[in-house]
């Protein structure tokens, strides 16, 4: 009795999950008819909250990458759990929102834009395998300084083209080695790989990088649903 009453309510939780999800998609979509770019190049000299701007000016401790010459291409498998989603990059959209100011809706041309990092780290998964990868991209840093989060952020949640989902805590989504990711070994990102946008991060094992990211939301709490693998019992932080 208690355990279905349990997955109902996560059912009818993870149902609103979706609508809302939708709901302020639409909202975003529809509610703006000036050129995103420009809206965006005006919210760089806006001033940052003071805790979020902390995080991201506070010295965060790097950690050391690898040379061009360490690169494994042939070790990365692809560790996909459910299917490779088909994606028109013509109407991709990544969405930032959640508690913010300013909600995004950005096309690959406009985070193409952006400014490119680049970094070769160590991908590590669970299931035993390790590969030294080139990954170039966006500052995840840079996405949500743009989107103007309220103080009280704590967590990103990132929502897959493929019903993959995961929460990280705020201060890892900002570190500057986290990046949106759309190119891997200076090509390219290919599509079994995440593109268009992938997260990489040297600070976290390879279930946490969420390949094929369309939506971030920034949030004060935590939701029942924490990771397609945490939900199924695999940590949370899962920090290396
Ligand atoms: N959307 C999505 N992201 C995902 C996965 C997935 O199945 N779907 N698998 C995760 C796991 S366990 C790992 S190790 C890496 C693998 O990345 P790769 O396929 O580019 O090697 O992607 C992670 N991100
Ligand atoms: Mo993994």
């Given at each position: 009795?208690?355990l279905?009453?349990?997955?109902?309510?996560?059912?009818?939780?993870r149902?609103?999950?979706t609508?809302?999800?939708?709901?302020?998609?639409s909202?975003?979509?529809?509610?703006?008819?000036?050129?995103?770019?420009e809206d965006?190049v005006?919210?760089?000299s806006e001033?940052?909250n003071?805790?979020?701007?902390?995080?991201?000016?506070?010295?965060q401790k790097?950690?050391?990458?690898?040379?061009?010459s360490?690169i494994?291409p042939?070790?990365?498998?692809?560790n996909?759990f459910?299917y490779?989603?088909?994606?028109?990059i013509?109407?991709?959209?990544l969405?930032?929102?959640?508690?913010?100011?300013?909600?995004?809706?950005l096309s690959?041309?406009e985070i193409q834009?952006?400014?490119?990092?680049?970094?070769?780290?160590?991908h590590?998964?669970v299931?035993g395998?390790?590969?030294?990868?080139?990954?170039g991209?966006?500052?995840l840093?840079?996405?949500?300084a743009?989107?103007?989060?309220k103080?009280?952020v704590r967590?990103?949640y990132?929502?897959?083209?493929?019903?993959?989902?995961?929460?990280w805590d705020?201060a890892?989504?900002?570190h500057?080695?986290?990046?949106l990711?759309?190119q891997?070994?200076?090509?390219?990102l290919?599509v079994?790989?995440g593109?268009?946008l992938?997260?990489?991060?040297?600070?976290?094992?390879?279930?946490k990088?969420?390949?094929?990211?369309t939506?971030?939301?920034?949030?004060?709490?935590l939701?029942?649903f924490?990771?397609?693998?945490e939900?199924q019992g695999?940590?949370?932080?899962?920090?290396?």
């Amino acid at each position: 009795m208690d355990l279905i009453r349990l997955r109902h309510l996560q059912l009818s939780r993870r149902k609103y999950l979706t609508i809302s999800g939708i709901s302020s998609m639409s909202f975003l979509l529809g509610g703006c008819g000036t050129p995103i770019f420009e809206d965006l190049v005006g919210t760089l000299s806006e001033p940052l909250n003071q805790k979020i701007e902390k995080l991201i000016f506070s010295p965060q401790k790097a950690v050391p990458e690898f040379s061009i010459s360490e690169i494994q291409p042939e070790e990365l498998i692809v560790n996909t759990f459910r299917y490779t989603p088909i994606i028109d990059i013509e109407k991709y959209r990544l969405i930032i929102d959640g508690e913010v100011d300013h909600p995004l809706s950005l096309s690959m041309a406009e985070i193409q834009n952006l400014p490119l990092t680049s970094m070769i780290i160590r991908h590590i998964c669970v299931e035993g395998w390790a590969a030294i990868v080139q990954w170039g991209g966006i500052r995840l840093r840079e996405i949500i300084a743009l989107a103007q989060p309220k103080s009280n952020v704590r967590y990103a949640y990132f929502k897959s083209a493929d019903g993959y989902y995961e929460s990280w805590d705020i201060a890892s989504a900002l570190h500057p080695q986290t990046l949106l990711a759309y190119q891997k070994n200076g090509e390219p990102l290919p599509v079994d790989n995440g593109a268009p946008l992938r997260l990489a991060s040297p600070i976290k094992l390879g279930y946490k990088q969420s390949k094929w990211v369309t939506q971030i939301t920034l949030t004060s709490h935590l939701t029942p649903f924490q990771g397609y693998w945490e939900d199924q019992g695999y940590e949370w932080f899962a920090g290396i």
